[in-house]
């Protein structure tokens, strides 16, 4: 695989994002009810769960065989979404021993989610916001190429249907699993 098709590892010198402030308003909110598809062909309303989860937002993961969407690696913060699901994969086990759920959540459809969460190996299931409701309930930052909109990536931390904390920018994406279980450490739930 040529370093454009080599999904698993991150191209050098690609741009950092920069805190826009587009999430400054997540903190405290409750969240709507909106229910997403999931991979595992449920139906997941993250308003209603209890204890924590943490989803991870990310923009496209790339499927081999299919190119990037034109300038990709240009845009602050779009490359890097396989290598942030195997992150979470990786440290699975560690945020379960925290009581935490964790979904990633995309606007691509959920059969391209499939595929991405098999061919990785995901042992939890990624949500489908492919009509925008979700994100457009939260007024989640966004970013459009080629007349399609993807979501930035972010990671929200959710109690009880409020979120708790937003990690935003996220970069470099490897790293997130392991900023967010760190996060979770220094924040435990009462007793």
């Not at 409750?30 to 999931?38: A, F, Q, Y």
């Not at 190119?67 to 490359?79: M, N, T, V």
């Not at 995901?122 to 916001?129: A, K, R």
């Not at 900023?179 to 924040?187: D, P, Q, T, Y």
């Amino acid at each position: 695989m040529s370093g454009a098709d080599n999904y698993y590892d991150l191209p050098p010198n690609l741009p950092v994002p920069v805190d826009d402030g587009a999430c400054g308003h997540l903190p405290g909110m409750r969240l709507p009810t909106v229910p997403l598809s999931s991979t595992a062909g449920r139906r997941i309303d993250l308003a209603r769960l209890t204890g924590r989860t943490v989803v991870y937002c990310y923009p496209a993961t790339g499927k081999p065989g299919e190119p990037l969407p034109p300038g990709w690696d240009a845009i602050p913060g779009a490359r890097g979404c396989t290598p942030q699901s195997c992150a979470f994969r990786d440290h699975h086990g560690d945020l379960q021993a925290q009581g935490v759920r964790v979904f990633g959540l995309s606007t691509q459809s959920t059969a391209d989610q499939q595929e991405a969460a098999a061919r990785l190996r995901l042992p939890y299931d990624l949500l489908s916001d492919a009509n925008l409701a979700f994100i457009r309930a939260l007024r989640l930052p966004t970013f459009a190429v080629e007349g399609r909109t993807y979501v930035k990536r972010l990671t929200l931390v959710i109690h009880e249907g409020v979120i708790e904390h937003v990690f935003y920018p996220v970069f470099p994406p490897n790293a997130n699993a392991g900023e967010v279980i760190r996060w979770l450490s220094a924040h435990p739930l009462p007793a």
